[in-house]
């Protein structure tokens, strides 16, 4: 009784009695030594012959300790043990489909028989058993359960549904003229006939499709000998027992395999060739290289799996995509940032130097719904023992994405959650008031801040970037900009704020202020003193340029104290 008919598309079976267990003949021990296999007992070398023979794999079960007279094709029960012919022990879950009885699991389908209804010395009845297993399910099982077995790898690579029948009745044979065995009830799980498989098959294609003269009688005459049935005109039938005649050409193959390689000539292609279209990402990723390799950053390749550790340190829970087979049980999850592996490679690092910057050009997963979704990132990290590095890190962002191309963006504020953080997981390696999203025409391209996932007196700041949003933003091409005729002029401006205001909200406010006039902001220097409550001192450098003249010192000093009166009435700060 088949309850899997996807999983079992044919079973046949034959019911045998007046068995006697004995060595099987000299010529049938010699064949199966030649052919790398152990020769064991009459029913048991007969059902090896028969696969070698037939190509169709056979299992024959001691009838008598089958519970219920009856085989059943099923899945598995959740926690149910299997013990195999070789003593392996199996617990087996839904996934897994058996043959059984009325009781057990008797044989994991397709791959390896079990202990249970094993054939030995007191046999007196068999079933003797051929199947057409689906080729993927004897595939997966055979690697989920590191089962490999002849019957596994031909199962796997797909059978015919006719070669069921044709072995039962080979097996059958020699049974009966070896062993005088008697035969009973047979049983066929296929019904329905099977559909024909036509194939136009034209002599003009083929000539011009080998590069040969064939002669139209010969061909015929070839696929004749291989049971392929003319039903008209170019229309030829295959055979039933090929599966994998599937097209023209490969009738084509089977014509020339029968006539002889050599008949095809080599002779040089002739065909158009066309000019090799440029990757837009492999050269986008080239122009980040470059670009950061001129900032001093070093490039490094980190795994693209994490361990159980980092999985729960860094939070990754229903965000890190988990391996169904996992190379290692060490590292069994999908990255879902660089993040964590670059912040490791501080930790490697910290021992060997005072300070680097390092970045890392690579793939994150994560989920979509019910997909995995992978998407190129770029991670740079600045570290140092001895300064502050979110500033300098925001110099080679801001550097960066000009270089690119991309030259509208802004610095703001990350989007506040229930956890204060750009998402659920920075919260273990990033301080929530240090980062800062970067922005441009509405999308957001990444994020930057202090990471506190550092060793003890280090000053770590980290960026990462979605690069195929990046890639959509930048300019094919940047424009070409004359050096400034003009000169500069940079003023300080210090002031006396709430610790609670993003430094980052107070720049932006100052580039904005005047984007014709101010040219750049910096924070040079941020002291905070027990005695102040609550209260930070900043000192920015602006930067003053224009394009058409010469800037007065009244101008700039106008515009300082533009600066100055929104700032106060911005941020209540006091200009010092």
């Keep these: 009784y088949i309850e899997e008919p996807k999983f079992c598309e044919r079973m046949t079976a034959w019911y045998f009695e007046g068995i006697t267990i004995a060595p099987s003949p000299k010529w049938m021990q010699k064949i199966l030594i030649e052919c790398g296999m152990r020769p064991i007992s009459n029913v048991v070398d007969i ?51 058996v043959l059984a009885d009325v009781h057990d699991a008797l044989d994991l389908g397709g791959v390896k028989g079990g202990k249970k209804a094993e054939i030995t010395k007191e046999t007196k009845r068999v079933l003797l058993t051929a199947g057409n297993f689906d080729s993927v399910a004897i595939y997966k099982a055979s690697r989920r359960f590191n089962v490999s077995t002849d019957a596994s790898v031909r199962f796997s690579h797909g059978l015919s549904e006719v070669l069921p029948q044709f072995g039962l009745e080979r097996g059958a044979q020699l049974l009966f003229e070896l062993m005088g065995a008697l035969p009973g009830k047979r049983f066929d799980s296929r019904v329905r006939p099977f559909a024909r498989h036509i194939i136009e098959f034209n002599m003009d294609w083929l000539n011009h499709f080998l590069g040969v003269d064939f002669d139209r009688t010969n061909v015929a005459a070839l696929l004749r000998r291989l049971d392929f049935k003319n039903v008209g005109g170019d229309r030829w039938e295959v055979p039933l027992i090929r599966p994998d005649i599937q097209t023209r050409e490969d009738v084509a193959e ?64 229903n965000v890190a995509v988990e391996l169904e087979n996992p190379v290692s049980q060490e590292f069994k999850y999908l990255r879902p940032t660089l993040a964590s592996a ?83 997981f920075t919260k273990t390696y990033l301080q929530p008031a240090s980062v800062l999203t970067i922005e441009s025409s509405n999308k957001t ?132």
């Design 254 to 317: 089977e014509v020339v395999r029968l006539t002889g390689y050599n008949i095809i000539k080599p002779k040089p292609p002739r065909f158009n060739i066309t000019p090799s279209l440029q990757d837009d990402v492999i050269f986008f990723k080239d122009k980040v290289r470059n670009s950061l390799l001129n900032f001093g950053v070093d490039e490094i390749y980190n795994h693209s799996f994490i361990s159980e550790e980092d999985y729960v340190r860094f939070g990754f829970r």
């Design 47 to 97: 059902t090896n012959y028969v696969t070698l023979e037939t190509g169709q794999p056979l299992h024959a079960f001691d009838f008598d300790k089958m519970e219920g007279g009856k085989l059943i094709v099923r899945r598995a029960k959740n926690g149910e043990n299997l013990e195999l012919l070789d003593g392996t022990r199996l617990r087996l879950d839904s996934r897994a489909v």
């Design 445 to 576: 391209v990444g994020y930057f801040g202090k990471s506190t996932y550092v060793p003890k007196g280090w000053y770590v700041s980290l960026f990462e970037v979605n690069l195929s949003v990046l890639l959509e933003l930048v300019e094919g091409e940047e424009e070409y900009r004359p050096l400034p005729k003009y000169p500069a002029v940079m003023r300080d401006m210090s002031l006396l704020v709430d610790q609670d205001i993003p430094i980052g909200d107070i720049m932006q406010e100052i580039e904005l202020s005047n984007k014709k006039l101010i040219e750049d902001v910096d924070l040079v220097d941020e002291y905070i003193d027990p005695r102040w409550i609550g209260k930070q001192s900043l000192s920015f450098r602006i930067v003053f340029q224009s394009d058409t003249r010469t800037l007065t010192s009244e101008e700039v000093d106008r515009e300082i104290k533009k600066v100055g009166d929104l700032l106060r009435h911005k941020f209540n700060a006091e200009i010092r």
């Design 342 to 424: 670059l912040l490791e490679n501080v930790n490697h690092n910290a021992k060997f130097f005072q300070e680097f910057k390092v970045f890392e050009i690579g793939k994150i997963f994560s989920y979509k719904g019910r997909k995995v979704n992978e998407q190129p990132s770029l991670g740079v990290i600045v570290a140092s023992k001895e300064k502050e590095t979110l500033f300098n890190l925001k110099g080679i962002i801001s550097h960066l994405l000009k270089s690119l191309g991309l030259v509208d963006f802004v610095f703001v504020p990350a989007p506040q959650n229930k956890d204060g953080l750009v998402s659920n």
